[in-house]
């Protein structure tokens, strides 16, 4: 089953710690161009000497003294340009220490100070007492990625490891006062933490991610001219047929739905190798474990399970054939991650932690959780893209007391994350014959679960 829905595009939301934060990024990342490379965390220039020089100024001052200052361009010993200015806040206000953007692969200065390059440095301090209450170090240029620092005690402060509103490290003590860090190299901050949180994720390598481009661009040339026709898709002879009865589709209106299209995807990966396409009727049949004896006669009535058993049984098939049969059962290929369990969510205009249970059987994945899961599985599964089973659950009434609730998979789609060859990241998105976009995906399914296949990356598609 599948839903044939019209898609829009959605500004993404970027999460912050305060509105004060969130509208000092919308307004800068609204006027900046495009990432440039990133160098490894290591080899990013060392801007101590130069906070040690705004220490007393800047990180002590008043708040009225602080906040009367005019933006100014500093540089470090390197020759490297940065820009130190405050934001005031209703009770805070943030001191930045904002390094020059980096344009293009030759990483040219672009005169841009968006407060999110790598390197970029901010102190958050309140109006009425002048005490500073978060560091927050932005290691990549990328203004959902950073790491950040709250005081705790005179002896020790607590870090946390955020990316996409996710924590992948949340309040891990560091044995060093939070003042301290105000003046402390960052080699010997990351040396501090090293090994207690998950650097990985802050140092992706953009060269691995060639042959998933190509294939998002591969996948581009041949959608054109596919269309959306309920229950269609392309059978092993190359005919437009409906999935429930195998009849041929009528030539002028023949499409394909959301199965339809993630088969296409499939026997375009799986064509260059095997010569051949995948028959429809097999994509449906059970696969692994999924529902119990209640769920028995709904499964007739409603084929509750059909977008997840569908994306199983491909997933099988290309793992099978590109990778080997041993990756083609359910505990290879199923993402059953739980790489992080606390994220900032936006309720209500208010951010707020909220606990993340990560993978639920058969459920998988709550859809607010999702984009930091992607990022996370870009780094951990770099030639890898995804086929998501969407599910949420509903009533039935039944001659029984109550009305049980039963999980329903009614929309399948293709999810590719990687990172561009400038650094960026993003999500590629292809469903029902179209590309649309990660934002419409989500707000489309606010409160609905994924369940994810990895399916191997190739660099040859031919439907």
Not at 110 to 126: D, H, V
Not at 194 to 216: H, M, N, Q, S, V
Not at 323 to 340: K, M, Q, T
Request: glycine share 6%.
């Amino acid at each position: 089953m599948c839903l044939h829905l019209h898609f829009n595009g959605f500004l993404p939301i970027i999460e912050a710690d305060m509105s004060l934060f969130l509208i000092f990024l919308l307004f800068f990342v609204s006027f900046s161009p495009v990432n440039g490379l990133d160098l490894p965390v290591s080899r990013i220039s060392d801007d101590s000497i130069l906070r040690n020089n705004l220490k007393d100024a800047w990180f002590l001052d008043t708040a009225r003294n602080v906040l009367a200052r005019n933006p100014r361009i500093e540089y470090l010993e390197t020759g490297e340009r940065v820009q130190v200015s405050a934001t005031e806040g209703r009770e805070e206000f943030i001191v930045i220490i904002s390094r020059e953007q980096m344009s293009g692969i030759e990483r040219r200065a672009s005169g841009n100070f968006p407060g999110w390059a790598q390197g970029s440095w901010m102190l958050t301090r309140r109006k009425d007492t002048g005490a500073g209450t978060l560091i927050r170090i932005f290691l990549r240029s990328d203004q959902n990625t950073h790491i950040q620092f709250r005081p705790f005690d005179n002896e020790k402060c607590l870090m946390d490891a955020v990316v996409y509103g996710a924590y992948l490290t949340r309040s891990l003590p560091v044995a060093v006062p939070f003042e301290r860090l105000y003046t402390m190299p960052l080699n010997d901050i990351i040396k501090l933490i090293e090994g207690k949180f998950p650097l990985k994720y802050f140092e992706p390598d953009i060269a691995i991610y060639k042959d998933t481009r190509t294939f998002i661009s591969l996948v581009r040339e041949k959608i054109i001219g596919l269309r959306f026709a309920d229950d269609g898709a392309i059978d092993e002879n190359g005919n437009y047929v409906l999935i429930k009865t195998l009849q041929q589709q009528t030539p002028s209106a023949a499409g394909l739905n959301c199965s339809g299209f993630a088969k296409w995807l499939i026997d375009g990966m799986l064509r260059p190798v095997t010569g051949k396409r995948l028959q429809v009727t097999p994509l449906s049949a059970p696969f692994g474990d999924r529902g119990s004896s209640f769920t028995v006669n709904w499964e007739e009535r409603k084929d509750v399970f059909f977008g997840l058993d569908w994306i199983r049984n491909l997933a099988a098939q290309a793992n099978t054939v590109l990778r080997s049969p041993a990756y083609g059962v359910l505990d290879e290929f199923e993402i059953r991650n739980n790489n992080f369990s606390l994220i900032r969510v936006n309720q209500n205009r208010t951010f707020i932690d909220h606990t993340y249970p990560g993978f639920l059987p058969e459920a998988g994945y709550g859809i607010e959780g999702l984009r930091p899961l992607l990022y996370t599985l870009a780094i951990e599964e770099p030639y890898s893209f995804y086929l998501a089973a969407v599910n949420t659950e509903f009533s039935t009434p039944t001659s029984l007391r109550g009305t049980p609730r039963l999980r329903q998979y009614f929309h399948i789609a293709a999810l590719v994350p990687y990172f561009d060859e400038y650094g960026t990241f993003g999500i590629a998105v292809f469903e029902s014959a179209a590309e649309t976009s990660f934002n419409a995906f989500r707000n489309r399914y606010p409160r609905h679960f994924v369940n994810l296949v990895k399916i191997p990356v190739t660099n040859r598609f031919e439907p």
